[in-house]
């Protein structure tokens, strides 16, 4: 994802946690991936926030990007997750925001 797509999506991920009372920590988006920290209430479910991204971003840009309508889907159902308990929230932070000069 790029240029306005990936525009597009950052402000989705923004409003929804918005909506849901998460904080996006850090965020970046790649052309083919998206790193995103995201501190939320200890009793949503990880994948419950993942999913929510990911479905309400699909129905978003297809509806905004009609090219991306060709794609059999925008995401895989794969996906990462892991917990800051090992390391600091602002060494995880610093990762992500180093992934824009890559």
């Not at 994802?1 to 998460?22: R, Y």
């Given at each position: 994802m790029v240029g306005s797509v990936a525009k597009k999506l950052s402000q989705i991920i923004h409003d929804l946690a918005k909506e849901k009372a998460w904080q996006i920590v850090a965020l970046e988006v790649k052309p083919d991936h998206v790193h995103c920290f995201v501190s939320a209430d200890p009793s949503v479910a990880p994948h419950k926030i993942v999913k929510a991204?990911?479905?309400r971003s699909s129905n978003m840009?297809?509806?905004?990007?009609p090219e991306l309508c060709k794609l059999p889907s925008l995401w895989t159902r794969s996906y990462f997750c892991s917990t800051t308990g090992n390391v600091s929230n602002e060494t995880?932070?610093?990762y992500?925001?180093?992934q824009s000069k890559k």
């Amino acid at each position: 994802m790029v240029g306005s797509v990936a525009k597009k999506l950052s402000q989705i991920i923004h409003d929804l946690a918005k909506e849901k009372a998460w904080q996006i920590v850090a965020l970046e988006v790649k052309p083919d991936h998206v790193h995103c920290f995201v501190s939320a209430d200890p009793s949503v479910a990880p994948h419950k926030i993942v999913k929510a991204i990911k479905g309400r971003s699909s129905n978003m840009l297809r509806k905004e990007f009609p090219e991306l309508c060709k794609l059999p889907s925008l995401w895989t159902r794969s996906y990462f997750c892991s917990t800051t308990g090992n390391v600091s929230n602002e060494t995880v932070r610093k990762y992500i925001e180093a992934q824009s000069k890559k």
